[in-house]
Each structure stands twice: as C-alpha cells, then as structure tokens.
C-alpha cells in the first residue's frame, strides 16, 4: 500500500505532559486535526492561552503555529474529544507505586472515562509506557464496558526530553503492538511523514511492543550503571575513565554513545521503569539479578558527590556553603523528577550545609519544593559568592566555558566536584582548583 493514500485523521491526546503535547503537536504538524486533553486545567488554560507549561526547545513555536491554524486544540473535557476520533492515544503518566510496580490508576481512569464515547472505528493507542499485560487488559475492559471488540495498540514512546521534536518527527524507529494487521496499516499511514528515510516500522504483538520499551530502558540505564561502576575502579587505580572510554569506544560492537560517567541517572523514566521490570520479574518468580545491580550502583552513585563532600570536608559540613550548578535530571529540560542534584541538596541539607544553586530552567520547578531552604542564582555566577565548593550536577552547555578565573574568585575556596566530566582536570589545576571528576584520579 502507498504510504501517503491515509492523509489526514482526527486524533485525541489524553494526557498533556512531556510526551502527549509533543506527540500531538507533531501529528498537527503534520496536517492532522489532534484534540488534547488533561485533567490539570491550568495546564489546558495555559496551553489554550499559548503558554507552554514546560520547558522543550522548538515546542513552542510549534504549538502556536499548530494552534493559528486550528490544528491543535486543547480541552479538559475528554467524553467531547473521545466522540469523533479515529485514533485515541493514551500518554497519561505512569509513575513508580511506592512498591515500585507502574501505578496504571490514571490509565485505568481514562479507559473508564473514554469507553462509553468512543465511535465504533475507534482506535485506542497505549502510548504511556505500561507493564507487559496492559495492552490486553485494556481490550478486554473496553469490551466490558462498550459491548464490543475495540481495537487497542501498543506504540511505546522513545522521545528524549530536550530532543523531543527531533525524536518525534525523526524517530530512529517506530514500534507498533497490535492484533490486527490493518490497525498496523493505519498506524503505518500516520507514521509515513516521519519515516521519509527508510526508518523502520516495526509491527509486533502488543506484549513484544510493551517490553520493547522496557527492554531500551533497562539496556540504557545498564550502560550508565557499567561505566559509572568502572568509573569508580578507575579512581582506585589511578587510571582516567575519560581515557579507558575512548579506548574501548573505537570498538564497534562498544562504541562510544551513552557511556558517559556522572552522578548517576534520573528523570521520570528510567529509576521508574527499572523498577516496574524488576517488579515484573518478581511476579514471575525471576530473579532479576542484573536489572537489581543496575538500580543499587545507580543509588549508589547518586550519592558519590556527597560521599567525595564528606570526605572533602573531613564529615564537617555544618555551615559550609556549597553551590551547585545544574538541577535537571539531564541539560536541555526543566524536569526534575529524581534528578540526582535533590539527593544532594536533600544530604547537603541534612549535615547543615547552606546552598546556593543555578540552572538555566529548572530552578522554579525546585524551588516548588525547597522554597527558601536554597537560595536561587539568577546566573551561574550568582551561586558562587562565599561558596566553599562548587559542584556540577548537570552539564549545562553554558556551565562549560565559564570564566574559571571570576569563579575561583568568586569561591570562598576554589574547590569544584565535576559530576559530569565535564571540565579539563588540566585547565581547572591551571586555573588554581582543587578538583574531583567522576574515575579521574583526584592529582594529574
Ligand atoms: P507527564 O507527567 O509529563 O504527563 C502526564 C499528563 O497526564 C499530565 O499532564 C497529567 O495531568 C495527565 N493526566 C493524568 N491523569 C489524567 C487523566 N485521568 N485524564 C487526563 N489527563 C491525565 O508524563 P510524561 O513524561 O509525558 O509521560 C507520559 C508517559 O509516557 C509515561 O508512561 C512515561 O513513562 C512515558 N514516556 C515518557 C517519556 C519522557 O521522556 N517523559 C519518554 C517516553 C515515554
């Protein structure tokens, strides 16, 4: 079948967060008529203002210009915007149960709320990311509640936060779960525009599809794990992480991408979606003995910048000043869900320490949480004043070329813990530091 003879469907967006607003403005994008639907209205009365609720370089633009030309619509009401579509994508949140199984209430929220509206060709499309099993439940609620068979795919989002346009309109693939192979046609058609360079489009079973996004998760945080587990070997030996990972990265079945050593990973995906696999695994009476590793290095390095504080300080912590630059779980994004900078402020807190702290977008979002506990930098330089160290906890391009002669000027003591790699050790010791990467042995 010619991949262009679908043209243009009417879609509705539950859930207008990092994934559905991007979704949904990308299927506008793209000459289809997409309805998005929340149930935080001041989210839906910012975005029908044209206020952009969250931080994602080019999203704007792209909602207002989407919005003019009446191809983007957003909305609380979700019976109206369920009545005449012919795609119904679920993106609503799926966060961590306190027993670390994905909490599916707002999910199942939904598909109560969506049955008695759906037309009778309607397509549902999990796009949330769900446990192996939601897709098929799911069919079978709504054949509960509607009297009917109703179509239910699974098409696992891949976006990158701060990159999620590009991911969105060029995915490196596009992973579909269904039972029925027109369902995978017309999801085909919907996809065409973004496939342009021969990308794949993967039809699967709805269960293959549900891991698959599991699977990319657990694999990616297993790398960050790996690398930060021989980053803190490297330490111990004098050797230099930076240099062991160009000297394995040359070989094409390592390469280079993702092995970065740091703080550890945060965000609203991988911690989350780790522990809803291993959660899994345990039901199905598996061990998940590396996917538990994964987790317990990763804990484990969340708190390496406190534990090179303490030691630092010799454990004396109480009225220093500690600035910290970068709060974002990741730079180009304002979200800070398990960022690895809250352990730190949360520890620094807790041994007495005062904090000055800086980031380019994410700063209004902490203070929500902190209020005056820390105080606020307008620039990275604001933070530094009287500062008895600096450390980095997200590499913000502009943190890079700072004027490390105005910092160390600035500092009380010019000492720096780089959680992110992401100075010289060379130019920082030039430049008077005491400095701390993460596997780079502490004197050149
Ligand atoms: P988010 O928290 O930013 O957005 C979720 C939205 O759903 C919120 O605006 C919330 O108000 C809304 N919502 C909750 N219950 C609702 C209901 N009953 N009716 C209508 N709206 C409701 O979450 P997100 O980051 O966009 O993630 C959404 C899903 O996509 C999750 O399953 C996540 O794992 C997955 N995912 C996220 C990313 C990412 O980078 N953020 C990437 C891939 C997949």
Known sequence: SHPHKGGHVKITIVGTGYVGLVTGTCFAETGNDVICVDIDANKVAMLSRGEIPIYEPGLGEMVERNTQLGRLRFTTDLATACNDADLLYLAVGTPSADDGTADLSNLWAVVEQAAPHIGPK???????????????GAASRFKELTGREVDVA?????????????????????????????????????????????????????ESAEMTKYVANAMLATKISFINEMANLCELMAADIDDVRRGIGHDARIGFS??????????????????????????????????????????????????????????????????????????????????????????????????????????????????????????????????????????????????????????????VFDGRNVYSRARMHEAGFTYYGIGRSPVL
């Not at 309607?122 to 098929?136: D, E, L, Q, R």
């Not at 579909?176 to 039809?203: D, H, N, S, W």
């Not at 779980?329 to 900078?341: C, G, M």
């Open 122 to 136: 309607a397509i549902v499309v999990i796009k949330s990311t769900v446990p192996v099993g939601t897709n098929a």
């Open 154 to 206: 699974s098409n696992p989002e891949f976006l990158k936060e701060g990159a999620a346009i590009d991911d969105c309109m060029k995915p490196d693939r596009v992973v579909v779960g269904c039972r029925r192979a027109e369902v995978g046609e017309k999801l085909r058609e919907l996809y065409a525009p973004f496939l342009r360079t021969e990308k794949p489009f993967l039809v699967m079973s709805p």
């Open 258 to 415: 993702f092995l970065f050593p740091g703080v550890g990973y945060g965000g609203s995906c991988f911690p989350k979606d780790v522990r809803a696999l291993r959660s899994m695994a345990t039901a199905l009476g598996v061990d998940p003995r590396m996917l538990t590793a994964v987790e317990e290095v990763n804990d484990n390095q969340k708190c390496i910048v406190t534990q090179k504080l303490k030691k630092h300080f010799k454990d004396d912590l109480a009225g220093k000043t500690i600035a910290v630059w970068g709060l974002a779980f990741k730079p180009r994004t304002d979200d800070i869900r398990e960022a690895p900078a809250l352990t730190l402020i949360d520890q620094m807190l807790a041994a007495g320490a005062r904090l000055q702290v800086h980031d380019p977008e994410a700063a209004a979002n902490v203070k929500a949480i902190y209020g005056d506990k820390l105080s606020y930098g307008e620039n990275p330089y604001d933070a530094l004043p009287g500062a008895d160290a600096l450390a980095v906890m997200t590499e913000w391009k502009e943190y890079v070329h700072v004027d490390l002669a105005r910092v160390a000027h600035l500092m009380n003591t010019p000492v």
